[in-house]
């Protein structure tokens, strides 16, 4: 194995090391399914707790900026309004009432009241939003990937041989695969690459198929014209016989960099995270 192979095996091996280390960490937070349950039906646009989490950050927008601006009136007006929807929500999920301190909104109006400097206001602004963004640290992955994303489990395509094959399933054939085609490079067997080669792009194209079971809308990376690109040409290569590795390594390295990681940082972690809570659940 070459120093560059090595050095994005390893690469490789720690990237999947830290998903699984985020996936587990996730799990282990606790949510108030009882009490979210109820808020997450009706379908993946149409939660309740998501819809007013949405009109609290655009009332939270607006208020936090007219307090900004020296305009005393329209903030309080604001500011009355921030005020409800962040009572309306922290009502929602009784376990998380404690992340909405009211006495912060206190403190913004007093600062608008009483003319505070812009600096002084906008210290008060920042504590808001870092409230905000401490709780979403904590809840928000967890919440999306037991609501929001599709189940991971259940995504399957049909199998050559009869029966379905799974993302999970897929994803380790498509590893599989690329690894044996570099491998049968690297060892001079281009016949058996060209078998390998042919076997990888099957197996793309039916990632292509498996990408439609989920999103409802074109997916216009992971498997677009500039991934295929680069695999076509790793085609053409092994179709003219060519041995030296290093003509293949660019290539390789490409599909890994611009299809392989971002689709795992996309998707690895929601599924990791339902696997978890699948096993917890056994």
Not at 180 to 209: H, N, P, W
Not at 251 to 279: G, I, T
Request: proline share 3%; charged share 25%; glycine share 8%.
């Amino acid at each position: 194995m070459s120093r560059e192979s090595g050095r994005l095996l390893v690469g490789a091996l720690l990237a999947v090391g830290v998903l699984v280390t985020t996936g587990r960490a996730s799990a282990q937070t606790e949510l108030p399914t009882a009490e979210l349950d109820p808020l997450f039906k009706g379908g993946k646009e149409g939660h309740a707790y998501t819809r007013a989490m949405l009109e609290l950050g655009m009332r939270m927008g607006a208020a936090t900026t007219a307090a900004l601006r020296d305009d005393r009136e329209r903030a309080r007006v604001a500011l009355k309004g921030f005020r409800e929807q962040y009572a309306m929500v922290a009502a929602l999920v009784p376990s998380w009432k404690g992340h909405f301190r009211a006495s912060i909104i206190d403190e913004l109006e007093g600062a608008v009241a009483a003319r505070a400097d812009l600096a002084t206001r906008r210290k008060i602004v920042t504590r808001i939003e870092r409230s905000c963004t401490a709780c979403h640290a904590k809840y928000m992955f967890p919440v999306q990937a037991r609501y929001r994303w599709g189940d991971f489990a259940s995504a399957t395509v049909p199998a050559d041989k009869g029966g379905s094959l799974t993302f999970h399933q897929l994803m380790l054939d498509l590893a599989n695969s690329i690894g044996a085609v570099r491998g049968d490079v690297e060892a001079g067997q281009i016949a058996d690459a060209q078998v390998a080669y042919k076997q990888l792009m099957e197996r793309f194209g039916t990632m292509e198929l498996l990408c439609v079971n989920c999103h409802d809308q074109p997916r216009q990376y992971f498997i677009d014209s500039n991934v295929k690109s680069r695999l076509y040409k790793v085609g053409g290569l092994l179709r003219r016989g060519e041995k030296s590795a290093a003509e293949y390594t660019t290539l390789f390295n490409d599909v890994n960099e611009m299809s392989c990681m971002p689709c795992h940082q996309v998707h690895m972690p929601a599924a990791f995270q339902q696997e978890f809570l699948r096993e917890a659940r056994r």
